[in-house]
T-cell receptor
């Protein structure tokens, strides 16, 4: 079945440093979504990418969908302590298929 | 944005008892809701897809008779963990797709189940 892996599993940065998490799917995706889950909380939708090579920005967050639609990345510029949490990508295969969540990357930001 | 609620937020029960978790879409109608399980520091694993007025679709490895799902209305889905055991202790989260067609899923706050 479809598998979605993320690297790194965990990253600890100093406030102000940049952060990137990478998401790789074993199969081609029709779209990919990104979610953030704060400690003790539930996933909150960040964005959805649909087109090959698509790049979207939300303030300090930059999301990219690979040309082959099998990988994606999330880059945070100048991290802040409020960025702490686990970031999940979630991919949907071609046709109406279930959303498969990635393994997640846990981000810790020290002041 | 759309709001999804879950009740209870946490529950502790004895081994062998059954626990019902409710998932409600508060300001929109959800023909499809999803039930996930999340173990500590792990990803969300889809358990089943709940469709209003029809039987749920379970993922491979999820026991239908143990995790009973009922989606009786467009705003309510329930998950009943029957004869719970300590290994069923987990964080159970439901989600629903909105009606905008964007594919975004709105998650409930989750229910933390502890089986003693």
């Amino acid at each position: 079945g479809q598998q979605v892996m993320q690297i790194p599993q965990y990253q600890h940065v100093q406030e102000g440093e940049d952060f990137t998490t990478y998401c790789n799917s074993s199969t081609t995706l029709s779209n990919i979504q990104w979610y953030k889950q704060r400690p003790g909380g539930h996933p909150v939708f960040l964005i959805q990418l649909v087109k090959s090579g698509e790049v979207k920005k939300q303030k300090r967050l930059t999301f990219q969908f690979g040309e082959a639609k099998k990988n994606s990345s999330l880059h945070i510029t100048a991290t802040q302590t409020t960025d702490v949490g686990t970031y999940f990508c979630a991919g949907r295969g071609t046709g109406f298929q279930k959303l498969v969540f990635g393994t997640g990357t846990r981000l810790l930001v020290s002041p | 944005g759309a709001v999804v609620s879950q009740h209870p937020s946490w529950v502790i029960c004895k081994s062998g008892t059954s626990v019902k978790i409710e998932c409600r879409s508060l300001d929109f109608q959800a023909t499809t809701m999803f039930w996930y399980r999340q173990f500590p520091k792990q990803s969300l694993m889809l358990m089943a897809t709940s469709n209003e007025g029809s039987k749920a679709t379970y993922e491979q490895g999820v026991e239908k008779d143990k995790f009973l799902i009922n989606h009786a209305s467009l705003t309510l889905s329930t998950l009943t963990v029957t004869s719970a055991h300590p290994e069923d202790s987990s964080f159970y989260i439901c989600s629903a797709s909105g009606t905008s067609g964007s594919g975004e899923q709105f998650f409930g706050p989750g229910t933390r189940l502890t089986v003693l």
